[in-house]
Every structure is written in C-alpha cells, then in structure tokens.
C-alpha cells in the first residue's frame, strides 16, 4: 500500500523565483493538505483541497497557491520566493466520509525547499 | 481560537522505562479530534495515536496510550518500555472537524532515549 509521495526531496531557489512541489495522495485518500514547517517549530497550515477546490486556507499570503487534479495529486506553487519561505513543506493526505468532514493526515516525507 | 500547547520542550528517559509527556489544548468546540505526531530526524512526521473527544475511552497503540482528560483539555501520552527508535520530536495536534480541517499543532517535545 503506498503512501504518501512528495517530489523533489530537496530544492534550492534564490529570492524572487517561483517554485512547484508535487503530492500523490496514500490510496484510497481524496483530499490533501499543505503544511510548512520551519526549523524547530510545528507546522503551520497552508491550505487543503478536496474535490479539485481549495476548501480552507491558512493564512499565507497569495503567493502560495494549490491545484488537486482529478486523481487527487495536488502541487503548491511558491511564486516571488522570499528568504523567509524556506522551510520543510508538507503534504497530507486524508479520506472525506462525508462532506464537511475530516479524518486522520498522514504525511509524505516532504520536501526541503532553501531559498538563497 | 483553538489552541495546543506543550510545555515540555524537552524529556529524556532510560530505555525500557516509561515516559509521560503533557499537552494541553483549549477550544469552545464539542466535536474534535486530537493526535500524537512523531517526526524522527529524517523528518518524517509519523502519526502515533489519535483520540476521538466524544470517545471516553483512552487510545491505546501498543506501548503507546494516552490519558485524555476532557474537562482538564489535557491529552498526555505516555510510552512504555521505551526504545532508542522512540526518540524523536513528539508533537501534539488538533483537528475540531466538521467544516474546520486544519491541524493545529503544539510547539513539539524533543524526546531522547538514554541506552
């Protein structure tokens, strides 16, 4: 049963560029969350999207944006790269019983994004 | 606004015996659903145990348990006969569910296992 995939596993940019991380789902989840984390803090939340729509969004500016694609693969597009963004970025994955409804993430081993 | 907090930045404890380690959480909701995280220094984050609120009965995973204390909005967990693979950062989260998916989280305990 796979798990939760990310891709790439590290990725360096310098300031001003943008960027796309890429998420497949566990199978059987249909909805994925993003979540970044910097050294030594917990994650904070980006947003989550199910049925290919963004159904909460944490607070981050507009430059973080998302796309959940028909198979449930998601991408969280960095654009204007700040020093700041540089972190661990996480995605999750989860089944929707029922609409309005969340259950237990599971996490991919994330991708390591350093902005120089 | 819903909150985690884990007052415990750091815990050590010698293999094989037990250790316990604390979170607290605050929320006006009824219906919630609260975890143990566990992320190794590959940064993997492993889920460890969850806990229902509408359930009374603690969660147990193995040597893995939790003492969930509903009107203390405490949810500790306690790990026995630990071992050198149980060190890592152990953080607490919480999710309140319908139509509020995102998974708030404590600042994280460091755990470290003494052979």
């Known amino acids: 049963d796979a798990g939760v995939t990310q891709s790439p596993t590290h990725l360096i940019k310098t300031r001003g560029q943008q960027v796309t991380l890429r998420c497949s789902p566990k199978?059987?989840?249909?909805?994925v969350s993003w979540y970044q984390q910097a050294l030594g803090q917990g994650p904070q939340f980006i947003f989550q999207?199910?049925?290919?729509?963004?159904?909460q969004r944490g607070n981050f500016p507009d430059r973080f944006s998302g796309h959940q694609f028909p198979n449930y693969s998601s991408e969280l597009n960095v654009n204007a790269l700040l020093l700041g963004d540089s972190a661990l970025y996480l995605c999750?994955?989860?089944?929707?019983?029922?609409?309005?409804?969340?259950?237990?993430?599971?996490f991919g081993p994330g991708t390591r994004l350093t902005v120089l | 606004a819903q909150t985690v907090t884990q007052s415990q930045p750091e815990m050590s404890v010698q293999e094989a015996e037990t250790v316990t380690l604390s979170c607290t959480y605050d929320?006006?909701?009824?219906?919630?659903?609260l975890f143990w995280y566990k992320q190794p220094p590959s940064r993997q984050m492993i889920l460890v145990i969850r806990q229902e609120a509408y359930k009374q009965q603690n969660a147990t995973e193995n040597r893995f348990s939790v003492n969930f204390q509903k009107a203390a909005k405490s949810f500790s967990l306690k790990i026995s006969d630990s071992q050198l693979g149980d060190a890592a950062m152990y953080f607490c989260?919480?999710?309140?569910?319908?139509?509020?998916?995102?998974?708030?989280w404590g600042a994280g305990t460091k755990l470290i296992i003494k052979p």
């Open positions: 199978s059987g989840h249909d909805t």
């Open positions: 999207y199910y049925e290919e729509e963004e159904r």
């Open positions: 989260a919480s999710v309140l569910g319908d139509s509020n998916y995102q998974l708030i």
């Open positions: 999750a994955s989860s089944w929707v019983r029922r609409r309005g409804s969340t259950d237990t993430q599971y």
């Open positions: 929320t006006s909701e009824s219906d919630y659903y």
